[in-house]
């Protein structure tokens, strides 16, 4: 089972702007393959495309469809996306859920409905499981292609082989902990030359406090050659003013 094994099917979409984010969404998170039912808008559709971006792809391989049944039939396990509990027979899941249901080897049909109104009754009605994303009881309609995205991230999570790690490309070494104290050794003279560390019997926890918060930053050594600089200048400033 794979993101190969999804199939995003938006039955009546009416805007097409939403259909070509939906689009978007869908190779954000490496899922080709978008079917359309009885689009309520032209298509092929030029708005669409300008919303896609660089999903432009995904939308020339959508194949469209007449009937729900048609679009879902080579398909083996169908979800429809629902924003409210329905007074039908069938298993209600949360999104967060969606990844458990799946079984090696069958193919997946996700299927959400109309921007106004959502699936009907009868849509639903080919549905193995309806599914609903937990959110503002109040106010918990989604703009479709912010459904789609989210479920799209959680299927990426899903089959994603590899853990993630993230790695800046920041250049700088870690500042060395004897470069750290040069620099406040630099810092405590220059207080003290203004009489800033005072008055004396505070003069040790003052130090102290100073020590920690230089230390705790994990400065780089660019950095404190940057915040060397900036001391040096602001000294010389105050020295000849």
């Keep these: ?58 939308l020339k391989s959508t194949v469209i469809y007449n009937s729900v049944e048609k679009s879902i039939e080579d398909l083996d396990i169908i979800f429809a996306s629902s924003s409210r509990i329905r007074k039908v027979n069938k298993k209600i899941i949360s999104v967060t859920s969606l990844k458990d249901k799946f079984k090696k080897g069958r193919k997946i049909g996700i299927l959400f409905g109309p921007e106004a109104s959502g699936l009907s009754n009868d849509e639903i009605s080919c549905a193995d499981y309806l599914v609903k994303i937990p959110n503002n009881e109040k106010f918990s309609s989604l703009n479709l292609s912010h459904s789609a995205i989210i479920f799209c991230f959680v299927l990426f999570q899903k089959f994603s082989k590899n853990k993630v790690v993230y790695k800046t490309g920041y250049k700088s070494s870690i500042a060395k902990k004897s470069e750290v104290n040069k620099f406040l050794n630099f810092i405590i003279k220059g ?25 705790r930053l994990n400065l780089s050594e660019q950095e404190i050659r940057i915040l060397l600089g900036i001391f040096t200048t602001l000294n010389e400033y105050n020295n000849k003013s």
């Design 191 to 215: 207080l003290d030359r203004k009489g800033f560390l005072q008055p004396n019997h505070k003069r040790k926890s003052m130090i102290r406090n100073i020590n920690n918060i230089f230390h």
């Design 1 to 58: 089972m794979s993101l190969k094994n999804i199939y995003f099917i938006l039955v009546r979409p009416q805007l097409g702007e939403n259909i070509g984010s939906v689009a978007r969404a869908l190779k954000n998170f490496n899922i080709k393959h978008l079917r359309i039912v009885n689009p309520r808008c032209s298509w092929p559709n030029q708005k669409a495309l300008a919303t896609s971006v660089g999903a432009k792809d995904v």
